[in-house]
């Protein structure tokens, strides 16, 4: 019986994933203690809210605003990529993980979908309600109601390995077996 075009997939993902994670399994092991994976979200939050003020301010001035949700892409950026490595387990494919893992990923996933199904309408509405304002140009309507959508869509994106890196503990450091975890592999 030969494998579907699904089933190739999967396994090819999960032979990538984990050769990425030997990888990086040294990299910033400073970073991957609990509470500099949460001041990593914390910093993720701040440059979200600062990405929603960029759009609400793209309404009044839309060169500011919009140069300044520029600069804020260049700052989300290697916050989002260390979290990203630090975290471990917010991409992960089905195969790279045990029961426990793959539920909290799960989880965390389905929160994520959550948070990016609410937040997405705000921006929607108002740019629905918008488009009957006459005294709101077109262009600077679809400019600041862009960047919020966008703004909103990065932060569901972002969610899951928000919330995993959030919630993960540290890991024990009796457990010879968990050298990825350690930053030691």
Same mark, same amino acid.
């Given at each position: 019986?030969? @494998?579907?075009?699904?089933?190739? =997939?999967? %396994?090819?993902?999960?032979?990538? =994933? ?23 979200? #914390?910093?993720?939050?701040?440059? &979200? /809210?600062?990405?929603?003020? /960029?759009?609400?301010?793209?309404? &009044?001035?839309? *060169? ?5 949700? %520029?600069?804020?892409?260049?700052? &989300?950026?290697? #916050? ?7 975290s471990e387990r917010g991409d992960s494919p089905t195969g790279a993980l045990d029961e426990r893992e793959l539920a909290q990923r799960n989880e965390a ?15 929607? &509405? =108002?740019? =629905?309600? *918008? !488009?009957?304002? !006459? !005294?709101? @140009?077109?262009?600077?309507? /679809?400019? !600041? ?14 969610? /899951?390995?928000?919330?995993? %890196?959030?919630?993960?503990? @540290?890991? @024990?450091p009796e457990d010879e077996s968990d050298t990825y975890r350690k930053g030691t592999a």
């Amino acid at each position: 019986m030969s @494998d579907t075009a699904f089933e190739r =997939y999967q %396994a090819r993902r999960t032979r990538k =994933y984990l050769q990425r994670q030997e990888q990086t399994a040294r990299w910033l092991p400073g970073w991957r203690t609990h509470a500099r994976r949460r001041l990593l979200v #914390v910093l993720l939050g701040v440059v &979200f /809210a600062a990405m929603i003020a /960029a759009g609400v301010a793209t309404a &009044f001035a839309p *060169g500011a605003g919009v140069l300044a949700f %520029a600069a804020l892409c260049v700052v &989300f950026i290697p #916050v989002w990529t260390t979290l990203q490595i630090v975290s471990e387990r917010g991409d992960s494919p089905t195969g790279a993980l045990d029961e426990r893992e793959l539920a909290q990923r799960n989880e965390a996933r389905s929160l994520a979908l959550t948070v990016t199904q609410t937040l997405t309408l705000v921006p929607t &509405f =108002y740019l =629905y309600l *918008g !488009s009957q304002w !006459s !005294s709101m @140009d077109g262009t600077t309507l /679809a400019a !600041s109601g862009s960047i919020l959508v966008l703004a909103c869509l990065m932060i569901g994106g972002c969610s /899951a390995t928000a919330v995993l %890196a959030w919630t993960r503990p @540290d890991p @024990d450091p009796e457990d010879e077996s968990d050298t990825y975890r350690k930053g030691t592999a």
